[in-house]
């Protein structure tokens, strides 16, 4: 079923947590490409799918937050754009199989248009060849995530529902300032991101990255004074990072996490998940809190 028609029936789906975090896990070194493991390591990334399977999830993201040319060309991989997308979605949609939904995971590029970077034609294209090559793959679902500009999120979801036939989510990233307000680094608060993303075509809307689950309540509170009716993600954190020892720490424990999903729920989220830090024990108690 589509998953805005699931959304339609009143359902609550459950959508999976980090995947860098799982990946470091397995190995993956600083400074490396993530989504070259489609490749290297399929076992490794097909397992992280499986994971996430196994803990409830009704969607399952892939390894390709940065597999877009522009991310790429940092690692000299600009040119395989389409083989590491194809394979990300391929993982994914093996171990989701039919009756599961596969996101295929789009970030940011990095590039700023205030700057002069990168032009929005430039933009447009490096996510149309992105979103192509994961429909192609197997995702039915375009996620672009972690956006904190306007403009790079409009050709971003532009780019997806102009070129797929895919449900397409945008999420961006907002953290709070002095006086308790939420924006994202460029500036942009929750409800500039709604009027604007609905306008680009987005079919979801939310947030994820930025913050542990507790502020994520008052962020569904400001898009839904803002819309009643589209159809909102929430992907925290587990909790904000803390670096320990020479490692990144994550202090919000499933349990904790899973605490405050009614709260959301009363909010007005449809969709929840986690983001960094998250594992698959985080996403089963969140399961468990939906009375899965």
Known sequence: ??????????????????????????????GECPELWNITHRKDVSDIAEAYLN???????????????????????????NELNEAAASISREIAGTDKHVAGSVGPTGKMLLMGDVTGEELYENYKEQSIALEKGGADIIIIETMTDLD???????????????????TMTFSKDLKGEFFTMMGVSPFEMVNSMKAAGAHIVGSNCGNGIRDMI????????????????????????????????????????????????????????????????????????LGR
Request: with cysteine.
């Open 1 to 30: 079923m589509n998953i805005l028609d699931e959304l339609r029936q009143g359902k609550v789906l459950l959508s999976d947590g980090a995947w860098g975090t799982l990946l470091q896990s397995k190995g993956l070194n600083p």
């Open 55 to 81: 803990a409830g999830c009704d969607i399952i993201e892939t390894n390709s937050f940065g597999a877009s040319r522009l991310k790429l060309s940092q690692y000299g991989l600009g040119d395989r754009v």
């Open 152 to 170: 790079e999120a409009t050709f971003a979801v532009k780019a997806a529902r102009e070129n797929t036939n895919c449900t397409v989510i945008v």
């Open 218 to 289: 008052s962020i569904v509170t400001e898009i839904r004074a803002v819309d009643r009716n589209i159809p909102v993600i929430i992907q925290a954190n587990a909790g904000l990072p803390e670096y320990i020892d020479g490692k990144t720490v994550f202090r919000e424990s499933p349990e904790m996490m899973a605490s405050y999903i009614p709260d959301l729920l009363k909010e007005g989220a449809n969709i929840i998940g986690g983001c960094c830090g998250t594992t698959p024990e985080h996403i089963r108690e969140m399961g468990k809190a």
